[in-house]
T-cell receptor, first 113, second 115 residues
């Protein structure tokens, strides 16, 4: 079956540090890949997505590249801010029409001033 | 425009009682999903609705759980004879069409506490 594996948190970084949250997946074909973010007290919202191999999704300074050869979709940001503190979820939807979205366990990021 | 709304935002109930959770998807979104998020865990798929098609109920954990949706509008998730392990945040999401590349829009969730 499909699965998403992401690094467990919490991850604690100082402001302006470089962030990487690893995400790898198992799926057949060419799934679409997503990063969702859940800020404290808020609902999940899409951060970025990529729908085919080698695509790079980007938003709010975050980037992730769809790597088919390594089945990865790592999230990166060059300089984190306190306001980036949240829980980040990697997710996939398989190709070929509707199928269930599979989410990773979520990685909590805490950025300290 | 309005996003996905859910009610109530919080629900405390006694073990054995029934609860009903409501979701209002974004207008025009044909697909609707329910998830459960237990403390410290990821999202657990429960059920999916698409138009008038038969729902995908494969994620419902037991026959105490059921859900309905009226056309392409409101959905209700019902948990009968609640148990303490049902305590979680229940999230509803909708998407414009159920294609793999389309994002899901999430509601704020209903926090259910079973005492």
């Amino acid at each position: 079956g499909n699965s998403v594996t992401q690094m467990e948190g919490p991850v604690t970084l100082s402001e302006e540090a470089f962030l990487t949250i690893n995400c790898t997946y198992t799926a057949t074909g060419y799934p679409s890949l997503f990063w969702y973010v859940q800020y404290p007290g808020e609902g999940l919202q899409l951060l970025l997505k990529a729908t085919k191999a080698d695509d790079k999704g980007s938003n709010k300074g975050f980037e992730a590249t769809y790597r088919k050869e390594t089945t990865s979709f790592h999230l990166e940001k060059g300089s984190v801010q306190v306001s980036d503190s949240a829980v980040y979820f990697c997710a996939l939807t398989p190709s070929g029409g509707y199928q269930k979205v599979t989410f990773g366990i979520g990685t909590k990021l805490q950025v300290i001033p | 425009g309005a996003g996905v709304s859910q009610s109530p935002s919080n629900k405390v109930t006694e073990k054995g009682k029934d609860v009903e959770l409501r979701c209002d998807p974004i207008s025009g979104h044909t697909a609707l999903y329910w998830y459960r998020q237990r403390l410290g865990q990821g999202l657990e798929f429960l059920i999916y609705f698409q138009g008038n098609s038969a729902p995908d109920k494969s994620g419902l954990p037991s026959d105490r759980f059921s859900a309905e949706r009226t056309g392409e509008s409101v959905s209700t998730l019902t948990i009968q004879r609640t148990q303490q392990e049902d305590s979680a945040v229940y999230l509803c999401a909708s998407s414009l069409v159920p294609q793999s590349s389309y994002e899901q829009y999430f509601g704020p969730g209903t926090r259910l506490t079973v005492t």
